[in-house]
């Protein structure tokens, strides 16, 4: 396989149109619409708290992204074992966990995700199938593989999945173990989020082809590549990938195409630092706004109206500005918290 991106998928002036429904129900796109209208929120909050010095870690944010982590999720068990990155809000609100919880993680406070000992980038909510985030680039797509591996020495049908980012992909970590999920037939889902940065220097000018499943080829991995602002489109792939994962025929490559509004970290949108990255550009790409396309295709279908859509972002910001107040108010962990969670039982330094 060789050449670039099908179709338009790259280019951020086209996919503004409603999404095509394809005779789905209200019982179908109303979870969906409120997994994205969740994330987003959150992570605006996120944005503003930043802004205002009222956090003190970096935030990495997928606004714009919410697409991808949703139309996944639809797919999973709670017994399945998902990893991220170091941007994996997403990830973890759309299994289902605690917007509060995630908040007081991203405060430090002693009641969030990982007790406040690791931010924004080191998530981890097991009850939910969330195994853990690193800002480790590619750091935890082999551990992906080996949960998976694992579930399947086991007996069970639940599969790993790992979300990584088009930049992941020029680490040789996520190479070795394409190769060896493969060889062992792991159940292992690979998700790219292709938003075609790596931190701030664009795709086509780190990589031959900003197409990413031309490594899954490479592999003898099947894949599917997607417009990853379509949630039904990311959900109807994973269906397929996820499927053949849980009766035994190995592991999966799904290649999504977004773009984050916000820039690398934090609330700034970075068009002035980084290359290939416009502010026409940023604008194009809001007007694919995977929440805005499927809330008009509903409206269009008469599933929805504009009234439904805010009272829905209504409810969900009240809920969420709720949580982020009480987050607020939770308490730090005690000081010796640091040594008793930070490092094992029994070890003594020096």
Known sequence: MEGQLPGVLADPTQLHEPIDLRGTTLEVLEPLTRGMVTIRIAERILAKAREDGLIGGPVHLGVGQEGVAVGVSALLRKTDRIFGAHRSHSHVLALGSSPRKLFAEILGKDTGLSRGMG???HLWDEPNGFMGSVPIV??????AVGAAHAERMKGTDNIGVSYLGDGACEEGAVHESMNLARMLNAPVIFVVENNLFSSHMFIDLRQPSNMTARFAEAHRIPFEIVDGNDVL???EASERLVAAARRGDGPGFLEAVTYRWYGHVDFREDIDVGVARSAKDVANWRARDPIGRLARAM?????????DQQALEGEVRLALESDWEEALGDPYPEESALMDRVYSAGRTRG
Do not use: D, H, I, N
């Not at 590619?138 to 551990?143: E, I, K, Q, S, Y």
């Not at 409206?299 to 009234?307: I, L, P, V």
């Open 119 to 121: 931010g924004s980038m």
């Open 138 to 143: 590619a750091g935890t797509v082999p551990l």
């Open 233 to 235: 489109a990311v959900k």
């Open 299 to 307: 409206a269009a279908a008469g599933f929805w109206s504009e009234s």
